[in-house]
């Protein structure tokens, strides 16, 4: 993960300045990143399953009428 953010996401003058910090933020934004494509991925999932869990317990999300 560090290389993808230091081949992206570098800020050479803080690295230069601070080299483990630099390297920390650019752990923790890659980090970030990886995880909010994770769980996008994981929306279509999701979706079903509440969708079968609403026709399940015959439920219809607030402010649809069912019809």
């Known amino acids: ?5 230091y081949r992206n996401f570098l ?3 803080a690295y230069a300045a601070e ?3 630099e390297l920390s933020r650019l ?7 990886a995880g909010y494509h994770d769980k996008r991925g ?15 317990t015959g439920r219809t999300p607030r402010g649809h009428c069912r019809g």
Request: net charge positive.
């Open 1 to 5: 993960m560090i290389i993808q953010g």
């Open 11 to 13: 800020d050479p003058e």
């Open 19 to 21: 080299p483990v910090a």
């Open 27 to 33: 752990y923790r934004l890659v980090n970030r990143v």
């Open 42 to 56: 994981a929306l279509p999932t999701n979706r079903d399953r509440l969708e079968e869990r609403r026709q399940a």
